[in-house]
């Protein structure tokens, strides 16, 4: 009997964490999609558009902060464009938790459980931690 309910509770921790990477995943995804599509506008580019693929590449090189595209930057995207080829790379060099924890704290909202058992998987700090543990690390 006490095997099982070990199970139990082991499935039960299990599938809170991957809700949570879940969400961290899909935080990333999310900013990748909306930097393709801004960067496919005719505002982000001086000459021709670019294609969806480049697009998608270029904003997916910006959040993962690897430095890799295939266009040069300095020439062929406008300063539109260019700004938000720089929002995708802070956003993925501060990490998107790290940014949804800012503002969460900026407008002074209380952070739930659920909200605390994501930022502590994408910090890897642990569970169960305070706002002001959560805090003092985001700020570090």
Same mark, same amino acid.
């Given at each position: 009997m006490a095997l099982i309910q070990s199970l139990r509770d082991f499935s039960a921790v299990l599938r809170r964490r991957l809700w949570a990477v879940r969400i961290i995943v899909l935080g990333f995804l999310g900013a990748i999609l909306v930097g393709?599509?801004?960067?496919?506008?005719p505002?982000?580019?001086v000459g021709p558009r670019l294609s969806p693929v480049?697009?998608?590449f270029t904003s997916t090189s910006g959040?993962?902060?690897?430095?890799?595209?295939? #266009?040069?930057? $300095?020439s062929e995207l406008s300063p539109f464009g260019q700004a938000v080829l720089l929002s995708l790379i802070q956003a993925g060099g501060l990490g998107i938790m790290t940014l949804s924890t800012f503002f969460t704290i900026m407008?002074?909202?209380?952070l739930s459980l659920a909200d605390r058992d994501v930022i502590s998987t994408s910090?890897? #700090?642990?569970? $169960?931690?305070?706002?002001?543990?959560?805090t003092s690390y985001t700020i570090r």
């Open positions: 393709a599509i801004l960067l496919s506008l505002q982000s580019t480049d697009a998608l959040v993962c902060v690897t430095g890799l595209t295939v #266009i040069d930057v $300095g407008l002074r909202r209380r910090f890897s #700090i642990g569970r $169960g931690n305070s706002n002001s543990c959560i």
